[in-house]
């Protein structure tokens, strides 16, 4: 049974399970139409609605990253860099990074990703994520390789979780 709007969003105000995130996913894969007011649910000033949105999009983004054009992709590196819940923002990293770097990359959202991912005071996934998505733009910019080295060789591990310290040391592997 196909769901509207008004569904999507009294559907993801309740608690959610894989499982329900994966109905809406399958529902936005069945009927494209749909991925469109899921995505702007991302966006609601109710983080319990965006996050759990943007986790129904990152299942999305997982199968078919075709959903998703470049102004979107742009949507989502400007949003990220004002948000202020860590779930909703590791959710926003995580659909990014299955998507393509768009041409017009923001300069603001390279910043963002060095900030978070020497910040001690973001949560692991958003630092791994931030590492993580500036390898794949180094890969298009390489010009950032020498700056993600040095950022990554100088940041002192002793204080770092093994979630931390694996990305790091797997992102270095495939710099160097």
């Known amino acids: 049974m196909p769901i509207n709007f008004m569904d999507f969003r009294t559907f993801l105000s309740l608690p959610s399970s894989l499982k329900q995130i994966n109905l809406v996913r399958d529902e936005i894969i069945q009927n494209p139409i749909c991925f469109f007011d899921v995505f702007q649910l991302i966006f609601e000033k109710d983080y ?9 999009i990152e299942k999305v983004s997982e199968k078919d990253a075709s959903f998703f054009s470049e102004n979107e992709i742009i ?34 959202f390279i910043n963002l990703c060095f900030d978070n991912m020497i910040s001690m ?21 390489p010009d950032f390789i020498p700056e993600i080295i040095a950022t990554l060789e100088n940041i002192d591990t002793s204080c770092c979780s093994a979630g931390y310290i694996a990305m790091r040391t797997q992102v270095l592997r495939s710099l160097y």
Do not use: G
Not at 75 to 93: A, C, D, E, G, P
Not at 121 to 135: C, D, G, N, T
């Open 48 to 56: 319990k609605h965006a996050w759990r949105a943007a986790w129904a």
């Open 121 to 141: 005071k973001e949560p692991v996934a958003v630092q791994a994520l931030s590492i993580k998505m500036l390898h794949r733009i180094s890969e298009i910019e």
């Open 75 to 108: 949507q989502l590196m400007t949003f990220s860099q004002h948000i202020k819940n860590s779930s909703l923002l590791r959710s926003v990293l995580s659909i990014l990074i299955n998507l393509p770097i768009p041409k017009n990359l923001p300069v603001e």
